[in-house]
């Protein structure tokens, strides 16, 4: 697999182009080979384009950010990959809702009196406030 190995300081990346074994150590294993370089911050890089045409022939893969970084030197005729996608939004899980029986409203409305408690009674609502309007003007 071809694919970008980090090296640098905290806060300053910089990859190396490396060919490793697919699933075998993991990010830390030593590489087969070194085939270039790549400084994100400069936005520079160094690719020793014959290994990697010579890679690419033996069926190795290069990863997503490597495949785009080919894309734009033309050592590879592909579209670019999406490496960063947006999470599609997730909708709430629905649950099937329950089938009950509806009952029809009946046609009669039966309004009752609300019976006021005899302690809400003793309390008196607040005077609703208006504005003051001048009286109209008389000519």
Avoid: C, D
Avoid at 5 to 14: F, L
Avoid at 59 to 70: E, I, M, V, W
């Amino acid at each position: 697999m071809l694919r970008l190995k980090r090296t640098g300081r905290k806060n300053q990346p910089s990859y190396r182009v490396v060919v490793s074994p697919r699933g075998l150590g993991g990010p830390k294993a030593k590489p087969i080979e070194y085939l270039g370089w790549l400084n994100p911050l400069k936005k520079t890089f160094n690719l020793n384009k014959e290994r990697i045409q010579y890679w690419l022939s033996q069926g190795a893969r290069p990863s997503a950010t490597l495949h785009n970084l080919l894309v734009k030197t033309g050592l590879l005729q592909a579209k670019k990959i999406a490496v960063h996608q947006k999470p599609a939004p997730k909708e709430p899980a629905q649950e099937p809702a329950k089938e009950q029986p509806v009952s029809a409203p009946s046609q009669e409305t039966t309004a009752e009196p609300v019976q006021k408690s005899p302690a809400l009674e003793s309390i008196q609502p607040e005077a609703a406030v208006k504005p003051e309007t001048a009286p109209p003007a008389q000519e």
